[in-house]
Each structure stands twice: as C-alpha cells, then as structure tokens.
C-alpha cells in the first residue's frame, strides 16, 4: 500500500532566489520514494524545527 506525506526540503539547494522552497509530496511504495513537487511554495520561516508548516500559517502565506 503506497503511503502519502507533504515534505518541504529547507537546504540551500531547494531555496529559490526569492528564498521560498517548493512543498513536495513523497510517495512510498513497494520499498521505493519518490517526490513530486507541488504548485506551492514556502518561506523556511514558516517551517516548524520538525520540518512541518506552521499552524497558524497554514493556508495564509502560500505563493502559487
């Protein structure tokens, strides 16, 4: 059974210039991930220290 997560990849790698982060969603099946990247992005500060996206921002601050 495949299993779905939201990931946001923070290193300075994923960062655009304007400093905002693509969300992906991993997709685990039959021992293999893969990522499919999103039409959102994010700002890191918006990211929580466990790699999630802050409550109180969800939803406010997504650029599409």
């Known amino acids: 059974m495949a299993t779905f997560k939201p990931v946001v990849f923070s290193s300075a790698k994923h960062l655009k210039q304007d400093?905002?982060?693509n969300?992906?969603?991993r997709i685990?099946?039959?021992s293999s991930t893969?990522?499919?990247p999103?039409?959102?992005y994010i700002s890191p500060n918006q990211l929580l220290k466990s790699?999630?996206?802050a409550e109180r921002?969800?939803?406010?601050?997504?650029?599409?």
């Open 57 to 64: 921002r969800r939803n406010c601050c997504l650029r599409v």
């Open 28 to 30: 685990y099946h039959n």
């Open 51 to 53: 790699g999630s996206i």
């Open 19 to 21: 400093g905002t982060t």
């Open 38 to 40: 999103t039409q959102y």
């Open 34 to 36: 893969q990522y499919v």
């Open 23 to 25: 969300i992906k969603i």
